[in-house]
């Protein structure tokens, strides 16, 4: 989740849309970053009994590398464009990238993965354009 500033109040927002969208039972534990508003919007939602109070948070600085990987791909592609001058072309920018790489990685219905032709299929018919 992108957002101008990486605070507290950044943080619980981009949890509630995680827990909502990809969880059917409460996490047990969060590994995150170092970053020091991850355990304040985690008090937070356990105040608001978003989350259970047993969820344990563990920051470590490596654990989140798995992460980190699935996006050198995109830093890969920004490098050469000299960084993004603004919040929202950053953000219609990478929605993009990372739209490209998901069809790239199979993670779209009825795109295989490595089958270039479903992939020109796919485009050309979101897009309406002839590769």
């Given at each position: 989740?992108?957002?101008?500033?990486?605070?507290s109040?950044?943080a619980?927002?981009?949890?509630?849309?995680v827990l909502k969208?990809?969880?059917i039972?409460?996490p047990?534990?969060?590994t995150?970053?170092?970053?020091?508003?991850?355990?304040?919007?985690?008090e937070?939602?356990k105040?608001?009994?978003t989350?259970?109070q047993?969820?344990e948070?563990?920051?470590?600085?490596y654990l989140n590398?798995?992460?980190?990987?699935?996006?050198?791909?995109?830093?890969?592609?920004?490098?050469?464009?000299?960084?993004?001058?603004?919040?929202n072309?950053?953000?219609?920018?990478?929605?993009?990238?990372?739209?490209?790489?998901?069809?790239?990685?199979?993670?779209?219905?009825?795109?295989?993965?490595?089958?270039?032709?479903?992939?020109?299929?796919?485009?050309e018919?979101i897009?309406?354009?002839a590769?």
């Amino acid at each position: 989740m992108l957002s101008a500033k990486r605070d507290s109040k950044a943080a619980a927002p981009f949890f509630r849309k995680v827990l909502k969208g990809q969880h059917i039972q409460p996490p047990r534990v969060i590994t995150v970053d170092k970053n020091a508003a991850y355990p304040v919007a985690l008090e937070v939602l356990k105040a608001e009994e978003t989350i259970e109070q047993e969820t344990e948070l563990r920051q470590s600085k490596y654990l989140n590398n798995i992460i980190e990987e699935d996006h050198r791909h995109i830093k890969r592609v920004v490098k050469p464009m000299m960084g993004l001058k603004t919040f929202n072309s950053a953000r219609r920018t990478l929605s993009r990238i990372e739209a490209m790489n998901m069809i790239r990685k199979g993670q779209v219905k009825g795109v295989n993965q490595g089958d270039s032709v479903s992939e020109v299929k796919f485009i050309e018919a979101i897009f309406g354009i002839a590769a």
